[in-house]
């Protein structure tokens, strides 16, 4: 039986773990997380914020997905979304969930990210 979902994988080009490191870290506040001795030989970085981890990979042929993307659930966000545009990040807001507000972000190597958090009335 599923209890829970442990981490979203995000696929990376080669050399990008700098620009990751300054958009999940400096700019969502997510915090950087060892990755296994084994692993880290691959390359790529791992994030966490509370129960919620985002593993970047490097990928040789990566493409950003055009749909695919974890949707994250925020707190305040008209004041996350506010934060994320101060420091340069893309906010696309969009109002196609009913009872809920939304944006969208996008990483530096072009993977999408939706942010959202339910009405206060549902």
């Known amino acids: 039986m599923i209890s ?6 995000l696929a ?26 084994a692993l880290a030989a691959r390359g790529g970085c791992w994030f966490q914020t509370g129960g919620v981890q985002l593993h970047l990979g490097i990928e040789a042929d990566f493409r950003p997905a055009d749909k695919a993307h974890p949707g994250l659930r925020v707190t305040g966000i008209a004041a996350y979304g506010a934060r994320l545009a101060a420091l340069g990040a893309t906010v696309e807001w969009d109002g196609g969930l ?3 507000r939304r944006f969208f972000s996008y990483d530096p190597v072009g993977n999408r990210l939706e942010f959202l958090e339910p009405d206060r009335a549902v």
Request: aromatic letters at 6%; a negative charge.
């Open 98 to 100: 009913p009872g809920h």
């Open 4 to 9: 829970a979902v442990d981490h979203v994988q």
């Open 12 to 37: 990376a080009p080669p050399g990008s773990e700098d620009r990751l490191r300054a958009y999940y870290g400096d700019v969502l506040g997510m915090t950087e997380i060892p990755k296994p001795p």
